[in-house]
C-alpha cells in the first residue's frame, strides 16, 4: 500500500483546511486509518484515527470538536477536515494505515506511512 498525502498549506489561525491521503491498493477498505502529526523539534503525536468501516473515530483531546476525520473506501481516501485552526497545529501531518483495521493511537500499530504534508497556521 503506498499513501499519499496532499492538502496542506498556510492559513491563518481561524481557518480550514482539508488533508486527503489517497491510497493505492485494493485492500484500503480493510485498513484502519490514523492522522498523526510532527512539529520542528518534537515527537510525532497522535491526531485522529478511524476504523475500517468508519464507524469507529478517535481524537486526540487536542482537536477534538476541531477536526474530523473521515473514510471514502470507494475512492481509497482518507481525510482529516481541520477547522479553528491554530499556530499550534503547525506541524507535518502524517497519514497511515494498518492493516488490522482497527483506528488506533499506537504509532506501532501502523504498518503503511505516507510521506506528509506541511501545515502553518499563522498567527
Known amino acids: 500500500v503506498q499513501l499519499q498525502a496532499c492538502g496542506g498549506g498556510l492559513v491563518q489561525a481561524g481557518g480550514s483546511l482539508r488533508l486527503s491521503c489517497a491510497a493505492s491498493?485494493?485492500?484500503?477498505?480493510?485498513?484502519?486509518m490514523g492522522w498523526f502529526r510532527q512539529a520542528p523539534g518534537k515527537e510525532r503525536e497522535f491526531v485522529a484515527a478511524i476504523s475500517w468501516s468508519g464507524s469507529t473515530t478517535d481524537y486526540a483531546d487536542y482537536v477534538k470538536g476541531r477536526f474530523t476525520i473521515s473514510k471514502d473506501n470507494a475512492k481509497n481516501t482518507v481525510y482529516l477536515q481541520m477547522t479553528s485552526l491554530k499556530p499550534e497545529d503547525t506541524a507535518v501531518y502524517f497519514c497511515a494505515a494498518a492493516r488490522t483495521g482497527r483506528g488506533t493511537r499506537v504509532i506501532a500499530a501502523y504498518n503503511y506511512w505516507g510521506q506528509g504534508t506541511l501545515v502553518t497556521v499563522s498567527s
Open positions: 491498493g485494493r485492500t484500503f477498505s480493510s485498513y484502519g
